[in-house]
């Protein structure tokens, strides 16, 4: 446990003084632009100059400069390059090379037979091609040096080097081999992904930042409250973070994760037809989304729900749309696609529909229809408990209808899942998955009998009887 001393006197004494004129003088950028990462190419005579100047400005605080970021990452690239050296780039020859190590330890088995295990899925296609993508670095290390950046935080006044952007994703693909096609993951990588909040879809956006996704931007206008860093992601979670504009501490755990990725938290609201810009960072709609390859909606005001669902239907009826379900123990994730006209994945009937969509006249009736559409929109997976929390917030007896640190998580994973394979697999779309109805794999599946295959393989290779 961690000591606190001078709990009873923090504000007294030297200490104290010294201590609120710190406070006093606090003055972070409200600007969300003034926050982000900031990647310069120390290769070239620009970058050089932009260093010096930050360095000469005090913009960089002289003892948080460091080089270890790189020292660590190229050494593990370098150590990827190298354990692929002997891994053919060429497919073919990949494939028969592992076929015969299997042949040379196993029985009763055919070629054709192993060959058909070995060809399943993308393994074989994502293996050649981090083959081929190391094989320069191994004939050539120091393009590790040459293609490395300088990465600027203007918040924190670090600099810090590391590698470049082609070794960043390399590294990460090299721990997806088998598991995710790479093919998607480059799909995922060039998605405009749009996000209407940050809180709790703030799990799910840093996920798909963690796969890859390297263009997303979200509205969220509330800030970090300390009731809500529990379900947070990473660095976002921090105590240090209360107060802080949701999206602005999204943002920031994002470009941690990809410092050559284009992340951009606004900390507005979404405005639909008919509302007034109030704060400087709200945003149409038709901005908002406007170029959306995939749209995600997490807001918590009711009304915006309906609004949102009813723009992309009349705007963008074919980009998906998807939203999460953080409810007790069991949440599910949907993808909805406008021009189907399924809106929640819910059975809901045509005069239900009707009513979600009448705009309320006064606050009151707000908020009593809006729990209602909220309650419409759950209620098929909805557990009893979270039925029961979400009966006692409506009537004002709680002051939150909430979610668990657990099911963040998990409904994050769902959704991830769904967005990897929805393009390539319409039985996803359409209608709600729990997280025990989540596909169990992303790649080609096994039919029966190469499963069998497979197995019997792995028991003669590993001697298990």
Not at 168 to 187: A, D, N, Q
Not at 373 to 401: A, E, N, T
């Amino acid at each position: 446990m961690s000591t606190v001393e001078g709990e009873n006197n923090i504000n007294g004494g030297e200490l104290g003084n010294n201590l609120q004129s710190l406070v006093d003088n606090e003055n972070l950028s409200d600007n969300p632009q003034d926050w982000k990462f900031v990647v310069v190419n120390h290769h070239e005579q620009p970058g050089i100059k932009r260093i010096n100047t930050l360095i000469e400005e005090g913009r960089v605080d002289p003892n948080r400069v460091s080089e270890r970021p790189y020292n660590h990452a190229s050494k593990d690239v370098l150590e990827l390059a190298e354990s692929l050296g002997s891994v053919s780039a060429d497919e073919n020859v990949l494939v028969e090379a592992i076929v015969e190590k299997i042949q040379n330890n196993t029985q009763d088995l055919s070629l054709d037979e192993i060959r058909g295990v070995v060809e399943t899925g993308s393994i074989i296609k994502d293996l050649a091609f981090l083959a081929r993508e190391t094989e320069e670095i191994v004939s050539n290390p120091e393009l590790i040096e040459a293609h490395s950046r300088w990465i600027w935080d203007p918040i924190e006044r670090t600099l810090d080097k590391y590698i470049g952007h082609k070794e960043h994703r390399l590294l990460l693909m090299s721990r997806l081999v088998g598991l995710i096609p790479f093919k998607e993951i480059e799909k995922l990588r060039s998605t405009k992904i749009r996000v209407a909040g940050a809180s709790v879809a703030a799990s799910e956006i840093d996920l798909l930042a963690c796969l890859g996704a390297e263009d997303i931007r979200f509205y969220d206008k509330g800030e970090l409250d300390a009731s809500k860093i529990f379900i947070m992601p990473g660095g976002m979670g921090d105590f240090r973070n209360i107060g802080i504009p949701k999206a602005t501490a999204l943002m920031r755990t994002l470009y941690g994760r990809n410092p050559y990725g284009s992340y951009e938290g606004v900390p507005g609201n979404i405005l639909f037809p008919g509302e007034v810009k109030i704060n400087e960072h709200d945003t149409p709609i038709s901005e908002a989304m406007g170029d959306a390859d995939l749209a995600i909606e997490v807001i918590d005001n009711p009304f915006g729900k309906i609004a949102f669902r009813n723009w992309m239907q009349q705007e963008k009826p074919d980009t998906p749309s998807l939203w999460l379900a953080d409810v007790g123990s069991n949440p599910f994730v949907g993808i909805e696609n406008p021009a189907s006209g399924n809106w929640f994945n819910q059975s809901i009937s045509d005069d239900e529909k009707e009513r979600m969509l009448i705009t309320p006249t006064s606050v009151g009736e707000a908020k009593i229809e809006g729990a209602r559409s909220v309650y419409l929109m759950v209620d098929k997976g909805l557990p009893d408990d979270h039925r029961l929390q979400f009966l006692l917030w409506r009537l004002g007896v709680i002051p939150y209808w909430s979610q668990t640190p657990i099911s963040s998580r998990e409904s994050a994973s769902i959704a991830s899942k769904l967005i990897l394979m929805c393009r390539e697999n319409s039985e996803v779309v359409g209608k709600n998955i729990s997280l025990d109805e989540s596909p169990v794999t992303l790649t080609g599946e096994f039919n029966d009998g190469k499963s069998r295959l497979l197995s019997k393989i792995c028991k003669q290779i590993f001697d298990i009887k």
